[in-house]
């Protein structure tokens, strides 16, 4: 079974910045895909970005193209997500995924004045 340990939610103004992980453990030939989804309240869960981990190509959801940024680091089986230009729109609590079934247990990020 795969775990999911994310860290790096928090509070911040519009405009700013977070950087959001999450490291995968429990199975030694996860990942090929990492992704990020979101859920704001009262919306269903959107996606946010996901990398393939072999090649590192990505494709961002809407809310995310122009502002984030997805890396990853294959040694320490993470992935990263820059936010950048943070709106309070993005408030969320943000789940990472990896090859589809396996979830994180979520990270709350808040962007308000």
């Known amino acids: 079974q795969v775990q999911l340990v994310e860290s790096g939610g928090g509070s911040v103004q519009p405009g700013g910045s977070l950087s959001l992980s999450c490291a995968a453990s429990?199975?030694?030939?996860?990942?090929?895909?990492m992704s990020w989804y979101r859920q704001a309240p009262g919306k269903e869960r959107e996606l946010v970005g996901v990398i393939r981990m072999g090649s590192g190509v990505t494709r961002y959801g809407d809310p995310a193209k122009g502002r984030f940024t997805l890396s990853r680091d294959n040694a320490k089986r993470s992935v990263y997500l820059q936010m950048n230009s943070l709106k309070p729109e993005d408030t969320a609590v943000y789940y990472c995924?990896?090859?589809?079934?396996?979830w994180g247990q979520g990270t709350q990020v808040t962007v308000s004045a």
């Open positions: 429990g199975v030694a030939d996860c990942c090929q895909a």
């Open positions: 995924n990896a090859d589809v079934v396996n």
